[in-house]
C-alpha cells in the first residue's frame, strides 16, 4: 500500500499552493496548509477535506515574523509528524520599478517573505527531517532566479537567493536522506500579478495576454512528479515555463 505522506505547503491560499494541496490531497496525503488569510485557508481545507476525505491541517500565520512560524510548527500534534515533505511556496513580487524608483517597502516584504520566510521554515523543519533519515525540501524559485529582467531587481534578487540557498541546503543536508529540490517556474497565471501590482486587475491581465501562461496547477504536477521518484533519485533543478515563453525575455505573444 501507497505511504501516506504528512505535506506541508506555505502559501496554499491561492496559486500554485493551493493546486498543489489539491493534487497532494487527490493522491490521499495529508496536508499541513499555511497562509495569512485565515478564510481563505480555512474554505481551501475544507473543500479539500471533503472532496478527498483526507486530513487537513491550517496554521495561519505570517511567514515573515520568526516566532509565529515556530509556534505555527509547534502546534503540529504528533499523529500530523513527521513532516515529509516541505513545499517553501509561499512568496510574492512586489511592485515592478526601476530600483532607483523603488519603494523600500515592497523590497521589504519581498526579501521577508521570499528570502527569510523560507530561511525560517526550513531551519525549524529541516532538523526533524535529518532526525527523520528522510524528507523532501521543495523550494519554489523561479526563471527570475536565473536571469535579471528590467525592473526586476529585487523579486530576481530573492530569487536568485532561493536558486543560491536551495543548492547550499542540498550540499549541507549531503548524506542525511534529505532531499532539496528548486522548482523554477516561468509565468503562470495567479494572483502574483494581481499581487505585483498592488491590485491593479488591468496590468495583471495583461501579463498573461495573447500567450498561453502556465497555471498553478502545471507546477502541482511538477511538485508531486518530483516527490514520486525513487528514494536514490532527486531532482535537483527544474526551470518550467510554458511552450510560449523561451525564459525571462522571451513570450511568444499574438496581439491585436
Ligand atoms: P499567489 O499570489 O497566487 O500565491 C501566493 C501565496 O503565498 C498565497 O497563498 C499567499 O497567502 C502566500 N503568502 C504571501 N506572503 C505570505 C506571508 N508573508 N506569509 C504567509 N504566506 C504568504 O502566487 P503564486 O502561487 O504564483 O506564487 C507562489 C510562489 O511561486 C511564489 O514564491 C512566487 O514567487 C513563485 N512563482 C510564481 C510564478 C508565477 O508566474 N505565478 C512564477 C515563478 C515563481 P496569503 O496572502 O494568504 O498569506
Ligand atoms: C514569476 C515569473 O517572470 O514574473 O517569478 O518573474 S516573472
Not at 8 to 31: D, N, P, R, V
Not at 62 to 79: F, G, Q
Not at 96 to 121: A, C, F, H, V
Not at 147 to 171: F, P
Request: hydrophobic fraction near 40%; glycine fraction near 8%.
Amino acid at each position: 500500500m501507497k505511504k501516506v505522506k504528512n505535506v506541508l505547503i506555505t502559501g496554499a491560499t491561492a496559486g500554485i499552493g493551493q493546486a498543489t494541496a489539491e493534487l497532494f490531497a487527490s493522491h490521499g496525503h495529508a496536508l499541513i496548509l499555511t497562509g495569512r488569510r485565515a478564510e481563505r485557508l480555512e474554505e481551501t481545507a475544507k473543500k479539500i477535506s471533503e472532496e478527498y476525505g483526507t486530513l487537513v491541517l491550517t496554521l495561519n500565520f505570517d511567514i515573515r515574523d520568526l516566532e509565529a512560524c515556530k509556534a505555527a510548527i509547534d502546534s503540529i500534534p504528533d499523529t500530523s509528524l513527521p513532516i515529509d515533505i516541505l513545499v517553501n511556496n509561499a512568496g510574492l513580487a512586489a511592485g515592478k520599478d526601476p530600483l532607483q524608483k523603488g519603494s523600500i517597502d515592497d523590497w521589504e516584504r519581498m526579501i521577508d517573505t521570499n528570502i527569510k520566510g523560507l530561511l525560517y521554515m526550513t531551519r525549524i523543519i529541516a532538523p526533524q527531517m535529518v532526525e527523520a533519515g528522510a524528507g523532501h525540501i521543495i523550494n519554489i524559485g523561479s526563471t527570475a532566479g536565473k536571469e535579471v529582467y528590467a525592473s526586476g531587481n529585487v523579486y530576481c534578487a530573492t530569487k536568485h537567493a532561493v536558486d543560491a540557498l536551495t543548492k547550499g541546503l542540498r550540499i549541507d543536508l549531503l548524506g542525511t536522506g534529505v532531499k532539496v529540490t528548486q522548482i523554477a517556474p516561468g509565468a503562470a497565471e495567479t494572483e502574483f500579478s494581481l499581487v505585483r501590482y498592488h491590485g491593479d486587475e488591468k496590468k495583471a491581465e495583461q501579463v498573461y495576454e495573447g500567450y498561453t501562461p502556465m497555471r498553478g496547477e502545471d507546477i502541482a504536477q511538477l511538485i508531486h512528479m518530483v516527490t514520486e521518484l525513487p528514494t536514490h533519485l532527486c531532482v535537483n533543478d527544474l526551470v518550467v515555463t510554458s511552450i510560449d515563453q523561451a525564459n525571462s525575455f522571451y513570450i511568444s505573444r499574438e496581439l491585436d
